[in-house]
């Protein structure tokens, strides 16, 4: 069965408030490390989507993808090859909502590269208390999987609409430049973990799996509590969850591939093992998907 993998994967940590970059900076310098392990040259990425929701200054126009693809140097001359730049906004579950995009493009025989890149960061000079995260980057390259079974399963979004306002997120202009207010109600993680077990009891239906096939679960890293809850709501072990809380914040849409570098990195994921993606956005919505390394 052809499937789409993760061909290269780059990320750009949180950093110190003091050390902070903005988010152009974390996107290209996650897009940067995801094109230098790859076996693919920029020209050949003709779609780039950027999922990153908080901007420099909350701009809204023009769209980010644009800038990346001129700071990478992927075909931003107007001749010969050509590459599609634009912004897909759905907060935490972004950048899995691009992939399916790429996915279902690749599959359709439309394209044979393309990338994924999100950052996500907060320059207001005074924050909100309540609006603080760690800025990052992430950036994935896809492509065809030159092995059958490798790769992506079925995308599954999860939607509950009647919880849409327990997640908002708006800029008041009350201050020059604006302020980022972030708002979430203590009915949250409930919802969140209401949505993953549907999402997740779908996924592994889709794809003939049962929980004990899945080596590890990675998740959006929300909070400690979350983690903590969440193999009970989706009936897994809890040492098939992957928990980075101790060091690695929520970073929102950059989240879930943040933790799937650490799990790589520790080991735990390699040739052969089988992990579940699980991202959480506002809407309220659960993203989950298989993947076969």
């Known amino acids: 069965m052809r499937r789409c993998r993760i061909e290269s994967l780059g990320i750009s940590p949180p950093r110190r408030r003091l050390l ?16 230098e392990a790859s076996r693919y040259q920029p020209a050949d990425v003709r779609v780039l989507v950027n999922a990153g929701v908080h901007r420099d200054e909350h701009v809204c126009e023009p769209a980010i993808a644009c800038y990346v693809q001129h700071a990478l140097g992927i075909n931003i001359d107007f001749h010969g090859r050509r590459t599609l730049a634009f912004d897909l906004l759905n907060g935490g579950v972004g950048m899995l909502n691009a992939a399916h995009l790429l996915v279902a493009q690749m599959l359709a025989g439309e394209i044979q590269v393309g990338m994924v890149v999100a950052s996500e960061v ?9 609006s603080t995260f760690a800025s990052s980057g992430a950036a994935m390259l896809l492509d065809i999987s030159p092995r059958n079974g490798d790769g992506f399963g079925t995308f599954v979004f999860d939607t509950r609409e009647e919880h849409a306002d327990l997640y908002t997120a708006v800029v008041s202009l009350k201050e020059p430049r604006g302020k980022l207010l972030l708002r979430r109600r203590a009915e949250l993680e409930d919802a969140y973990l209401a949505g993953a077990s549907a999402a997740v009891t779908e996924a592994l239906s889709r794809d003939g799996l049962r929980p004990g096939d899945v080596d590890l ?11 903590r809850r969440l193999p009970g709501a989706i009936g897994f072990p809890a040492e098939k969850v992957a928990d980075f809380t101790a060091s ?15 799990a790589r990195a520790a080991g735990t994921l390699g040739p052969g093992k089988k992990a579940l993606l699980l991202a959480c956005g506002s809407g309220v919505t659960v993203a989950a998907v298989t993947y076969q390394f």
Do not use: M, Y
């Open 20 to 35: 902070a970059w903005g988010s152009l900076q974390h996107a290209v310098e996650a897009g940067e490390r995801c094109l």
């Open 122 to 130: 907060n320059t207001d000079r005074r924050p909100d208390p309540d």
């Open 217 to 227: 679960v990675v998740p959006a890293q929300i909070s400690p509590s979350f983690l």
């Open 248 to 262: 690695l914040p929520d970073t929102l849409t950059t989240s879930v591939f943040l933790a799937l570098d650490r």
